[in-house]
């Protein structure tokens, strides 16, 4: 599993790297420049800047009005019973969302930002244990990684959301029995070459001694053939891989846990979804297309005439 996951993480290296170097055409982080003279312009242009804010504000009054988004429709026979059953789940959809789930509102605003520069970001919905309701959090692209031949989530035989815990978090888990008590390793603290881009244009660095999320966490959904768990097909010499969640140690390379992925009387076992695509673009293959991509070579051109121009009268 281990080796399947930094396969599949080699071969979207020309994507991060496409994404690193579009962030720059942000222009939240003014750098002196020296070149074609000391004190030339470094100013960039708010082309790709603008067209991100503006796509969040809209987005977010949309699909996140005061109200609350959810709203019902009743299908086939409509009678006042069903009518009102139809307006209490909306009610209580709606201050779930808005009341109980804290984090819906920010981290959804956070995702309506990113979507438009990256071109997808993902959600994962899941019933947390330890709350005892729903979750629904932001996944950032860099941090779901996937075969390279897959298509979409529906069909994807393998899926790893990189989790960055701290080790009080996993002791807590180990400790509720979620996970397997074992002996865990630190993951080196290198920093992938996104992260390094947040943080230049945060302004923000790492101490070095300090590490805030010290365990890199894989969770995989994998389909696999266990010998405990197996569904045999009608060839009697062939087992059928059946959906898993196996959540791995990067540093130590041992195995936290194992859990079924279907619902227990499914006799079919389909695997349970948690993740959620959104895509600004439908892009050519399992990623879409962002601002980066559309006008990425417009907003670098428009910054290139621009500090030329200032240079010029300077």
């Not at 170097?21 to 982080?29: A, E, N, P, Q, V």
């Not at 070149?35 to 800047?49: D, I, M």
């Not at 390094?196 to 302004?203: A, I, N, Q, R, T």
Request: proline share 4%; hydrophobic share 35%; charged share 30%.
């Amino acid at each position: 599993l281990i080796n399947d996951f930094k396969r599949d993480k080699e071969s979207r290296q020309d994507w991060e790297q496409g994404y690193v170097s579009g962030l720059d055409l942000l222009g939240f982080r003014y750098r002196d420049q020296t070149r074609p003279f000391q004190g030339a312009s470094g100013v960039t242009h708010p082309l790709l800047a603008e067209a991100v804010t503006q796509f969040q504000a809209q987005a977010y009054k949309e699909l996140l009005p005061s109200s609350g988004p959810v709203r019902t429709q009743v299908v086939g026979d409509d009678t006042q019973e069903v009518e009102n059953q139809a307006q209490r789940v909306e009610d209580f959809m709606n201050y779930m969302l808005m009341e109980k789930m804290e984090e819906y509102t920010p981290e959804f605003d956070q995702l309506l930002f990113y979507l438009p520069l990256a071109g997808s970001a993902f959600k994962k919905i899941y019933y947390d244990e330890l709350m005892g309701r729903a979750v629904s959090k932001f996944i950032p692209a860099e941090d779901l990684v996937v075969p390279y031949y897959a298509t979409d989530l529906k069909e994807c035989e393998r899926i790893t959301h990189i989790v960055k815990m701290s080790e009080n978090d996993i002791l807590k888990q180990q400790q509720a029995g979620f996970y397997r008590d074992i002996e865990l390793q630190e993951t080196s603290p290198n920093q992938s070459d996104i992260q390094k881009k947040y943080d230049e244009l945060e302004g923000t660095s790492s101490s070095g001694n300090n590490i805030d999320f010290q365990f890199n966490i894989l969770e995989m959904h994998v389909d696999l053939d266990l010998d405990e768990f197996e569904k045999t097909s009608n060839d009697k010499s062939k087992n059928v891989k059946i959906p898993y969640i196996v959540t791995v140690d990067e540093g130590s390379q041992k195995i936290l846990s194992i859990y079924r992925n279907w619902d227990e009387k499914d006799e079919l076992k389909i695997r349970k979804d948690y993740f959620v695509h959104f895509k600004f673009l439908p892009g050519l293959g399992f990623y879409g297309f962002g601002l980066i991509h559309m006008i990425g070579g417009l907003s670098r051109s428009a910054t290139q005439s621009l500090r030329q121009l200032l240079d010029a009268g300077t």
